[in-house]
């Protein structure tokens, strides 16, 4: 089946605990991404990746890491959690870019508490 | 830049009724749009996308949404509200070339029997 996985689902850390989320996608898909989901500002992407070892800055790149050095994985890094990064996070992947190559698929998603 | 307003952040609908969701988009490239639903505790979900095949796009769950480029929006309906369609709704633009999915704040939907 052709999906997206991440993991873990749930989350509950202190300040300043380094953490990591993995984001697999069994798709063979070349872009990637990350994105917070809050309340009232939809979904805001965090980092992506358009290829293994290429990845840049979306609109909210600040207190975030990701590396991109297979294909199929993109985690997501938080060296020094803080309370204003605790949402609901979302890998996504896509064909590529462009058109209906931006067509994106998501995995279940991440709910990080930070306190 | 491209950008996406979807109007009205929660929409309560009866059971039966049409339901519409509004979403004007901003871009500087012919668009292509597409709308996602979010159902409780899950992620998004491909609803259906705008490709300029044809203006009037369906798709799944008796959704349909129609491309109008003199007004640019992409509003979504759906004629019959099932309780089913409660769920969050994601309107999104992306550019012909662009790297970058740019998404609406999103529309919750409120089913009433």
């Known amino acids: 089946e052709a999906q997206v996985t991440q993991n873990p689902r749930y989350l509950i850390t202190v300040t300043g605990k380094k953490l990591t989320v993995t984001c697999s996608q069994n798709m063979n898909h070349e872009y990637m991404s990350w994105y917070r989901q809050d309340p009232g500002l939809g979904l805001r992407q965090i980092y992506y990746s358009m290829n293994v070892e290429v990845t840049d800055k979306g609109d909210v790149p600040e207190g975030y890491k990701v590396s991109r050095k297979e294909k199929r994985n993109f985690p997501l890094i938080l060296e020094s959690p803080s309370p204003n990064q605790t949402s609901l996070y979302f890998c996504a992947s896509s064909l590529g870019v462009g058109g209906t190559r931006n067509e994106q698929f998501f995995g279940p998603g991440t709910r990080l508490t930070v306190l | 830049a491209q950008s996406v307003t979807q109007l009205g952040s929660h929409v309560s609908v009866s059971e039966g009724a049409l339901v519409l969701l509004r979403c004007n988009y901003s871009s500087s490239v012919p668009p292509y749009l597409f709308w996602y639903v979010q159902y409780p505790n899950q992620g998004l979900q491909l609803l259906l996308k705008?490709?300029?095949?044809?203006?009037l796009v369906k798709g799944i769950n008796g959704f349909e949404a129609e491309f109008k480029k003199s007004e640019t929006s992409f509003h979504l309906t759906k004629p019959s509200a099932h309780m089913s369609d409660a769920a969050e709704y994601f309107c999104a633009v992306s550019g012909a070339a662009g790297n970058k999915l740019t998404f609406g704040g999103g529309t919750r939907v409120l089913v009433k029997p």
């Open positions: 705008y490709t300029s095949a044809a203006t």
